[in-house]
């Protein structure tokens, strides 16, 4: 067994947007039954479930409560309940037990029902939890506020305007215009951006990612257990690098940790950045996406937004990023936004994304951020040849 | 915390010094007696030699703005009638070395603030201590330092 042997064998996806009818249980049952259907396989097969819980439905055991509704015993369950670089860095959890002969088929499943299950104001602030409990919450810092300190130092490093950036969800709404899935997909411009409301200095509404329903969960199976009912994508290699919690205690705030999670993972598939086709990059905030480029290598530094302005990210540039619409406008229902840049790579090397498709899109890279820039995990992945 | 109430200090131990400094008016932070890394938020040990012998030291309470923002919209209950309000990082200098804070900006508009701006620390009584804002140094201040 080796890497080369890990596949990804299965995706399932659910309506994303407003989903009222469904709570974040049936979401789950649905994608996960999804995804084992495209995996060609059953439900009994499944050896390890792992979910990443629900905020409307904050089960302890959820993946054990998941395992239950589907009327399933897998000998692993588990439940891991963190954000954005998680649904990436679990590839490597997964590849790991796959490797170790511990199971032949992983389940991955996120879903929840963020837009429809609770008000939206109790859904940011339950997100609100990042900041020290008596040492920075006292001052009122939000969630977007935190990220807004850290896109001002970049666009100081930088010597950026903060127009600068909006071309970023303007891609993002481009890609989310040809793809039927999408949560938003009425074309934006650079002015509707800049027009829109300072949420926090210099974070603007269509810079943030909305609050939405939906989920998304991915099969990975040993090669040889594979029933080849779909084209097979290799996952290559997945870089990790875990910096701070607290944005006063990051090493640096002026790069991320995508510049040892992008390097590493680059190292372990023995491939190059000039190699990708596609990119998914995590970004529910739209100067995250410049400043990731930068750090994965895919530009110099400070010049992620003009990477971006130029085209180079659009769909027939020299690496189209986040060909769903990304987190600003595919979706954001919390913990599965960046389990769906696994799946839209996925799609992308199965070749399955119609007008959004990047021809002969072989190798992928998907990109994973979680805390306040904090945590980071790059995967790079390949159609099985 | 509760989602109606603004959070307080809560009176840790390891965090007491801190606030009783600040209710007095002074800025104090750990230091580690064996290697001398200043740390900041307090800790009960040191994160770079992982000693648990500390000293507290005062720092001047001024510091540098090394980044900022102004909230226009909170979700956040307990401040809810604020924005917009600023919040920002500050860079603080002590012997031993440098911590970042994150405080409240007070009394100067949006469009004055600038990264790097000099800043002096501002102590508003609450409770059971003190909160650390920052306020610009005047010119004339800035003179006599
Ligand atoms: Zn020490």
């Given at each position: 067994m080796a890497w080369s042997d890990i596949c990804i064998t299965g995706l399932g996806e659910s309506p994303v947007?407003?989903?009222?009818?469904?709570s974040s249980t049936d979401l789950y049952a649905g994608v996960i039954l999804d995804a084992v259907d495209d995996a060609g396989?059953?439900?009994?097969?499944?050896?390890v479930l792992i979910t990443g819980g629900?905020?409307?439905?904050?089960?302890?055991y959820h993946a054990e409560m998941m395992a239950e509704y589907l009327g399933i015993t897998p000998p692993t369950c588990l439940t891991v309940?963190?954000?954005?670089s998680t649904s990436v860095s679990l590839l490597r959890q997964a590849a790991a037990l796959l490797l170790a002969g511990m199971a032949e088929h992983v389940v991955i499943a996120k879903a929840d029902n963020l837009a429809t299950g609770m008000s939206r104001d109790s859904v940011v602030e339950s997100m609100?939890?990042?900041?020290?409990?008596?040492?920075?919450?006292p001052q009122g810092p939000t969630i977007p506020s935190l990220y807004a300190l850290i896109e001002q130092r970049y666009l100081h490093r930088a010597s950026?305007?903060?127009?600068?950036?909006?071309p970023v969800a303007v891609v993002d709404r481009y890609h989310a215009s040809l793809?039927?899935?999408?949560?938003y997909r009425d074309p934006i411009t650079t002015e509707d951006v800049l027009a829109s409301r300072l949420i926090s200095d210099p974070l603007r509404l269509l810079e943030c990612a909305p609050v939405s329903d939906g989920g998304c969960a991915v099969v990975l199976s040993r090669r040889e257990r594979a029933s080849g009912k779909r084209p097979l994508v290799n996952v290559l290699a997945v870089g990790q690098a875990h910096d701070f919690e607290?944005?006063?205690?990051?090493?640096?705030?002026?790069?991320?940790?995508a510049r040892i999670s992008g390097p590493a993972a680059f190292r372990d598939a023995g491939v190059?950045?000039?190699?990708?086709?596609v990119a998914m990059i995590y970004d529910a905030f739209a100067f995250i996406q410049c400043m990731q480029l930068e750090d994965l290598g895919?530009?110099?530094?400070?010049e992620g937004a003009a990477f971006v302005g130029d085209g180079n990210?659009?769909?027939?540039?020299?690496l189209p990023v986040?060909?769903?619409?990304?987190v600003l406008s595919h979706s954001h229902a919390g913990r599965p936004s960046a389990l769906f840049l696994v799946v839209e790579a996925a799609r992308q090397l199965r070749n399955?994304?119609?007008?959004?498709q990047v021809h002969g899109a072989a190798t992928a890279l998907v990109h994973g951020e979680g805390g306040i820039l904090a945590s980071h995990a790059t995967a790079v992945l390949r159609a099985a040849s | 915390m509760t989602t109606t109430e603004r959070p307080r200090p809560a009176g840790y131990d390891d965090h007491r010094p801190f606030w009783d400094g600040a209710a007095a008016g002074r800025l104090v932070v750990q230091r580690c007696t064996q290697c001398g890394a200043v740390r900041w938020?307090?800790?009960?040990?040191?994160?770079?030699?992982?000693?648990p012998e500390v000293e507290w030291v005062e720092a001047t309470p001024t510091g540098s703005l090394f980044t900022w923002t102004v909230i226009h919209?909170?979700?956040?209950a307990g401040f809810?009638?604020?924005?917009?309000y600023a919040v920002g990082l500050v860079e603080v200098t002590v012997a031993g070395g440098l911590v970042r804070m994150l405080g409240g900006i007070r009394?100067?508009?949006?469009?004055?603030?600038?990264?790097?701006m000099a800043l002096r620390a501002q102590f508003e009584v609450v409770d059971d201590g003190a909160l650390v804002n920052w306020v610009l140094v005047g010119d004339d201040e800035r003179q006599e330092t």
């Open positions: 947007g407003k989903v009222p009818e469904k396989i059953t439900p009994d097969d499944v050896d629900s905020r409307v439905d904050p089960y302890l309940n963190t954000g954005g609100a939890t990042i900041g020290h409990p008596e040492l920075e919450s950026l305007r903060p127009e600068e950036i909006a793809n039927p899935a999408a949560q607290h944005v006063t205690q990051a090493s640096s705030l002026e790069y991320t940790g190059s950045p000039s190699e990708i086709d895919f530009c110099a530094p400070g990210t659009r769909l027939g540039g020299a986040n060909t769903h619409g990304g399955e994304c119609g007008g959004r | 938020p307090p800790r009960i040990l040191c994160g770079a030699c992982l000693s919209h909170t979700t956040l809810k009638d604020d924005p917009p009394g100067c508009a949006p469009s004055e603030l600038q990264v790097g």
